[in-house]
């Protein structure tokens, strides 16, 4: 054997030989199966694996030099062995890379003329050893082997990668033939851990259960968003296995697997082991606290959720889609809100989009991705797959980015730019329109509405008319729930307002300060922060101005003199006259006073 070979490259074969059980491709037979017919056709016969990073492309050359080792290839093959070349070891041999690399080619092609070549991240040959003004690197080198035929090359590159170094090389990519290679669903990943699980056991010497092994599959996937199976629940089930014996432990169970993950992400355990039935519960407890005067929105979500966890919906679509229809400050961005702390435990899991800056024709190109330009939608959902999808005012979009979210309601999957799969199916899509603001704001329509179910059908046909005449019927129809939101009374803005002030309340005492207040200061900051035009959206901004600032400029005044031990609670309360119907000015002579002691 040549000594370059020995040296530069590792028998893939041998090394399988000597480990069979520790080599194992499971559900990856039809990969095997297309690239054993690549290498087996007389032009173009060199395999190039495109995947995203650890979906498994190097485990599926290591099933092909296992079918070598238990003579299941075509003859042609049963004495083939399988040289991976590593260039990073190339690149700190004791000769410059090139000369090296092109020896340890032309070594191959001479002594093992009917060897296969692997070589994992292909795209770092384009560019490698290149120097002077020749432009020659280790894939110009290549070029002529594969072209003579000289050398049969099995190449494997991540799909972002491909596109940035391989594709342009028109005259490289030309020598090879693609396979893509799809991350593993959930039911092929729990077949990969099922048949890793005595591997793993015999080395940490523990015992894992059925339960650990199915919630490390499902975890990985809701908790580990940027990295793909079967790379991440392998990690996950190494890592549960490496700290149940460090604790002197002889059993892996979804507690143990709970609490690496919670190590890992930050998460609670309780969070992450909380159950459907807990989640479901959580979900009504957490919208109807946050979302006040929507009684039935708020029933009709919940429901519309329940339905979705418990497995009735459709699986390959979003978990649910939502139409939110009613006028400005009536609640539809706090339910979106309230939805993402109560499904995934932070209020800012959502991505949010504002269809008004996506007017311009061919606007969905942007959410997508282009040629310089990675999409906006795409990548957040990419790297956030359990999230709330927030499309602030969908009329102000271009009907192009109706025609992307009409695939992605039927679908549940869209390819973005390079071609990648981006799936929806943890998303849950909530639109929001001012479209029927009319229909809804036309009172006596709307309270006759409830009178009988004949009323409320021709109230449900005028809203569903107000949405038809501006977006097409395929595009409403694909949407699973219209939740209209009612104009808010003023009790309820009262009661919007008694929750900002809870909320200072519990800041304040965080401080050691108790906040109290008089039973008019909700009735005033509703009073001057709610006008039809824009609903209770200037609320937060009054309470703001009218009572946060105001004690915020106290406290600084206190801590400038020294005595905030002798000041420990504040009280509001409202003075001056209230205003008539007559009056312009809508505060009057009222005002805001605190009492500190």
Not at 11 to 33: C, F, M, P, S, W
Not at 247 to 271: C, D, F, H, K, Y
Not at 454 to 479: C, D, M, S
Request: a negative charge.
């Amino acid at each position: 054997m040549n000594q370059l070979i020995e040296k530069y490259a590792t028998d893939l074969t041998r090394l399988v030989q000597n480990d069979l059980e520790g080599y194992q491709a499971i559900g990856r037979e039809k990969e095997i199966e297309e690239l054993l017919v690549t290498l087996a056709r007389k032009r173009k016969h060199n395999p190039l694996l495109i995947g995203e990073p650890g979906v498994g492309k190097t485990a599926i050359v290591e099933g092909l030099a296992k079918k070598i080792v238990l003579q299941e290839v075509p003859e042609r093959l049963q004495s083939a062995h399988i040289w991976v070349i590593e260039l990073a070891g190339l690149m700190n041999g004791e000769r410059p890379f090139l000369g090296l690399f092109r020896d340890l080619i032309m070594a191959i092609s001479h002594d093992c003329p009917n060897d296969l070549i692997f070589i994992d991240e292909l795209h770092t040959i384009v560019g490698a050893g290149a120097s002077g003004k020749q432009g020659l690197d280790a894939g110009n080198v290549l070029k002529p082997a594969l072209a003579r035929g000289d050398i049969q090359l099995i190449g494997a590159t991540t799909i972002e990668e491909f596109h940035d170094y391989i594709e342009a090389d028109g005259a490289l990519t030309r020598r090879f033939e693609v396979l893509q290679v799809a991350e593993p669903d959930t039911e092929t990943t729990k077949k990969i851990l099922y048949g890793l699980r005595l591997s793993y056991q015999t080395y940490h010497y523990v015992k894992i259960t059925d339960d650990a092994l199915n919630q490390i599959v499902t975890l990985a996937n809701r908790y580990i968003p940027d990295r793909f199976m079967p790379d991440k629940a392998l990690d996950i089930l190494d890592e549960s296995c490496a700290d149940t014996r460090q604790r002197q432990l002889t059993e892996v169970t979804r507690e143990r697997v709970a609490q690496v993950l919670e190590r890992r992400t930050g998460i609670p355990m309780t969070s992450i082991l909380r159950d459907r039935t807990q989640r479901i519960e959580r979900i009504t407890e957490i919208i109807q606290r946050r979302v006040k005067g929507q009684d039935a929105a708020v029933r009709e979500v919940s429901d519309s959720v329940a339905v979705s966890f418990a497995g009735l919906e459709d699986e390959r679509r979003p978990i649910s889609s939502f139409l939110f229809l009613g006028t400005p400050g009536t609640g539809k961005t706090e339910m979106a809100k309230a939805l993402s702390e109560a499904l995934f435990d932070d209020e800012e899991a959502m991505i949010r989009l504002d269809m008004s800056e996506f007017a311009e024709e061919n606007s969905a190109q942007r959410l997508i991705g282009t040629a310089d330009k990675r999409g906006i939608l795409t990548e957040q959902v990419k790297h956030q797959p359990y999230a709330v999808v927030l499309l602030d005012e969908i009329e102000k979009g271009d009907r192009s980015v109706q025609d992307l979210f009409l695939q992605i309601l039927s679908d549940g999957i869209v390819h973005d730019h390079y071609g990648r799969p981006i799936s929806f199916k943890n998303t849950i899509i909530i639109m929001t329109t001012n479209l029927a603001g009319a229909v809804i704001n036309d009172e006596a329509e709307y309270n006759s509405a409830s009178d009988t179910d004949q009323k409320a059908l021709a109230f449900e046909g005028n809203v569903e008319n107000a949405l038809h005449n501006y977006f097409r019927p395929e595009f409403v129809n694909r949407i699973e729930h219209k939740v209209v939101f009612q104009m808010l009374t003023e009790s309820v803005v009262e009661k919007i307002a008694r929750k900002y002030l809870q909320e200072l309340t519990n800041k304040l005492a965080v401080r050691g300060y108790r906040f109290t207040y008089d039973d008019l200061v909700p009735k005033f900051l509703a009073d001057v922060g709610f006008n039809l035009k824009n609903g209770a959206r200037p609320l937060a901004y009054m309470t703001h101005r009218k009572v946060t600032a105001p004690l915020a400029r106290i406290l600084l005044r206190l801590e400038q003199t020294g005595n905030t031990k002798q000041i420990t609670s504040f009280h509001a309360r409202v003075i001056g006259k209230w205003p008539s119907k007559a009056d312009h000015d809508r505060f009057g002579s009222r005002k805001l006073v605190f009492d500190a002691s």
